[in-house]
């Protein structure tokens, strides 16, 4: 328990909880277990560069070179990854129906999220499949229901106001960086429910060193050797200290007098629970408690804010709609809000792709794949199709009002059985901070961006710099 020992003493030390940080650690692998070995000739046409460079290309370069290889190979496409996982990516919108309507049995979505393990843990609805899976979204579904969106609102509100109120008239900022305070900000109180200035103090470095880990990082979890130097020990002193805050939060919560009336997310997860088929009231452990949290934020924080940040930035380029949507947030035209940030979605993805890990063979658009490949429509090819989207370079969010997409043709949430279940939090959360903004203040695109990779998601290079003039 040397990890124990190391922990600053301003935190919780508690022996179990590095155990059970020590054990995840060890056993989660960021490929998962070795698959089949899959003969390259029988899949579709891609790059022939060595598997480390394609890997590369994809996690760092992958706005440049996903759509090269969509010119060049056409609409389905092999990419070689380390170690010898081959990752078959669809484009088109009947692929993505098939991919998402297909069993579960056989399509593995956490196989295929693996690289996730060190930091989410066994238990995280993304890593789960089978029954597993099924149980926890079972759990977790009654606090993301209509009623508890609701009442997520309110807070929503409050925290989005309170940053919104730091801001200077004139003040140039990087609408990232303030929406990813204040994404993060909305997790801490509405999700983890924690309040105490103190605990928020130790929570919020932790917390972004979690979703600013690198993909190095990631994939430096497959050896143990690494996480004894350098960026791989600070970030495993970081899941041990942010698991130790996590874990004492879950301890503390458990035994609040209050718990019955709370309206957080963790709070309602402790209180949920249903006939687990024998009898027994089946509830969510600790353990289980701490990785759906931990999924929930990086699941949940850094994509929201990415979105927010693209439609200040968005915005902010076009006075006319700047207009539209100032009156929108006057009025409470919530329907033109979220129109905003569903095609703020669409046009800057923040995930390139949705995953599956083939555990038998199959099918899909008239190509029959081994057992062992991953496939998954690519998000960032799908969203820029003129077939899907007329003018799909343009920032249009009328394609949202009065009308839905074609179906598969925008999914920045997966699909199916699969289907992200906090985006209807994103979505609200979303319109909130938007309505908030807007109705405090102007917005003014200061200098062009393009998308930036960071761990698995993208982001604004120029962190979408806006100027706000106070209204």
């Known amino acids: 328990m040397t990890a124990v020992r190391h922990l600053p003493p301003e935190l919780p030390h508690d022996a179990a909880t590095a155990a059970l940080t020590e054990k995840r650690l060890r056993r989660m692998r960021p490929f998962g277990s070795r698959g089949p070995r899959i003969d390259h000739e029988v899949l579709p046409p891609g790059p022939r560069w ?13 706005h440049q070179f996903v759509p090269w290889a969509h010119r060049t190979y056409g609409d389905v496409f092999t990419v070689r990854m380390v170690p010898d996982r081959p990752l078959v990516l669809f484009t088109r919108p009947e692929h993505a129906r098939e991919i998402f309507a297909a069993d579960p ?30 149980r926890a979204r079972k759990l977790l579904m009654p606090a993301f229901n209509g009623h508890a969106l609701r009442e997520y609102g309110a807070l929503v509100t409050e925290v989005a106001r309170a940053e919104v109120a730091t801001w ?4 140039e900022l990087r609408a990232l960086d303030r929406m990813n305070r204040l994404t993060l900000e909305v997790i801490l109180r509405v999700v983890f429910g924690v309040t105490d200035e103190r605990r928020l103090a130790l929570l919020r470095p932790r917390v972004n060193r979690v979703v600013d880990i690198s993909p190095a990082v990631l994939f430096g979890w497959s050896m143990p050797r690494l ?4 960026p791989w020990a600070a970030a495993q002193r970081n899941a041990y200290e942010l698991d130790q805050l996590i874990h004492a939060e879950i301890r503390e919560r458990r035994a609040a007098p209050d718990l019955g009336s709370r309206t957080d997310v963790l709070s309602r997860l402790i209180r949920v629970g249903g006939d687990d088929g024998a009898g027994e009231r089946d509830t969510l452990t600790d353990e289980e408690l701490r990785d759906q949290l931990v999924t929930l934020l990086l699941a949940g924080h850094e994509t929201t804010a990415t979105a927010l ?9 076009d006075p006319a709609l700047l207009a539209r949507t100032t009156a929108a947030a006057d009025a409470g035209d919530d329907e033109w809000l979220e129109a905003v940030l569903k095609e703020s979605m669409r046009l800057h ?8 890990t083939l555990t038998a063979p199959a099918r899909i658009g008239g190509i029959d794949l081994p057992a062992g490949v991953t496939v998954g429509p690519s998000i960032l090819l ?9 003018d799909p370079g343009a920032f249009r969010p009328e394609r949202f009002v009065d009308a839905t997409p074609a179906p598969n043709t925008w999914i920045p949430f997966g699909g199916g059985v699969r289907r992200c279940i906090g985006a209807g939090f994103s ?8 309505r908030e903004v807007l109705s405090a203040c102007s917005v003014q695109s200061l200098a062009e961006d393009r998308p930036k990779v960071r761990n698995i998601t993208s982001v604004p290079r120029g962190g979408a710099r806006i100027r706000v003039t106070a209204r």
Do not use: C, Y
């Open 227 to 230: 996480r004894r130097v350098g």
């Open 349 to 356: 993805p923040v995930i390139p792709m949705v995953v599956r």
């Open 105 to 134: 049995a056989t399509f593995h979505a956490g196989k295929a999220n693996a690289i996730l393990g060190p930091m989410m843990g066994e238990h995280s609805l993304l890593l789960q499949d089978g029954p597993a899976h099924q």
């Open 427 to 434: 979505l609200m959360e979303g319109v909130v901070v938007l």
């Open 382 to 390: 799908a969203h820029a199709r003129p077939d899907n989207f007329d």
């Open 50 to 62: 060595p598997a480390v460079l394609q890997s590369v290309a994809l996690l760092r370069f992958r």
């Open 309 to 317: 940040a693209w439609a200040l930035h968005e915005l902010g380029r």
């Open 168 to 171: 200077h008239d004139g003040e």
